[in-house]
């Protein structure tokens, strides 16, 4: 079931009898994808995607909704860690092939059983996996603005996007990489580029000496076990991909007519306009704007330039 609104806006915001004119016009577009029937009896199912994300098909969910392990931040201290009071036991992740330690990330344990994991491989269809995002976004739209004054016309034309999870891969691979993906060992450390991770606030053990500190993001070690803490099981690089752009903005210059018949043309008009100037966002996404439909940014499509164009136009 697709259920979609357009509303489209325009107003003068000046009088007539101003000199400077501003009409301003707003397209707004809401869409609204929900599952509503499925194959046998309506039977949910998980399929996972080309980059490995799980993505989840019930009914009334939206299309694509992502199906992960939910991340809460990082373990700092061992005292963070739950444990059950009653034996003493450490949660554990991956089937209980790793003891959660300090600079782990923290995975919400969802169905209470003391270890964090996709669950399907152990005969639970979901394990502690929930729905973490809508790649769908609630809201696009574009604003235009339109200045006129004297003989110059000036216009500043944005584009935007509100509230739509989006899956970093293009980071996850990065960590990824340095992490060896699905081992950890000196080989695939090796083999893969590493990253520049300066800005990248990762645990260490150094960072946790302070007790007070909270870690940006887990450990990053390409030497401890892996339990494919960095592969696209848990929504830890889903982001917002809102963003506000200013896509073009362009001033021109028309000569007055005085000065076109003395140059023997009709019209002149002079012009500049610059493109993809500014970009408001609400994550570290390089290019919100380059996302596919189904709310995954990899880094590989081509980026956007900004670009400068002078001219001239003369009609005789």
Not at 70 to 80: E, I, P, V
Not at 191 to 210: F, G, I, S
């Amino acid at each position: 079931s697709n259920k979609g609104i357009d509303i489209s806006l325009s107003a003068r915001i000046l009088p007539p009898s101003s000199k400077l004119q501003w009409n301003m016009q707003l397209v707004l577009s809401h869409n609204k994808n929900i599952i509503a029937k499925l194959p046998n009896n309506n039977r949910t199912f998980v399929v996972g995607d080309a980059n490995g994300i799980s993505r989840l098909y019930a009914v009334g969910q939206p299309v694509y909704e992502m199906f992960q392990l939910h991340y809460l931040g990082t373990f700092n201290q061992a005292g963070d860690i739950p444990f059950d009071p009653l034996t003493g036991k450490k949660l554990t992740y991956y089937k209980g092939n790793h003891v959660v330690a300090p600079g782990d990330p923290a995975w919400q344990d969802v169905n209470k059983d003391g270890d964090v994991w996709s669950g399907e491989d152990n005969g639970d269809q979901y394990g502690d996996r929930i729905p973490t995002g809508d790649p769908n976004p609630k809201f696009t739209g574009g604003f235009t603005n339109d200045f006129s004054y004297k003989n110059f016309t000036l216009s500043i034309f944005s584009v935007f996007t509100y509230k739509r999870a989006v899956y970093n891969t293009f980071f996850q691979q990065q960590i990824s990489n340095v992490t060896g993906g699905y081992s950890s060992s000196l080989t695939t450390f090796q083999n893969d580029r590493v990253p520049d991770l300066t800005n990248v606030d990762y645990w260490t053990p150094q960072k946790a000496l302070d007790p007070n500190y909270k870690a940006g993001f887990p450990s990053i070690n390409p030497f401890i076990g892996s339990y494919y803490q960095y592969i696209p099981i848990s929504d830890m690089f889903v982001v917002d991909g809102s963003y506000f752009k200013i896509k073009t903005i362009s001033l021109g210059y028309q000569f007055k007519d005085e000065l076109c018949k003395k140059l023997h043309v009709a019209r002149v008009k002079v012009y500049a306009m610059a493109d993809n100037i500014l970009t408001l966002k609400n994550s570290t996404l390089p290019n919100p704007e380059l996302v596919d439909q189904l709310g995954v940014y990899t880094g590989g499509q081509y980026p956007t330039p900004t670009k400068f164009t002078f001219g001239i136009d003369v009609t005789f």
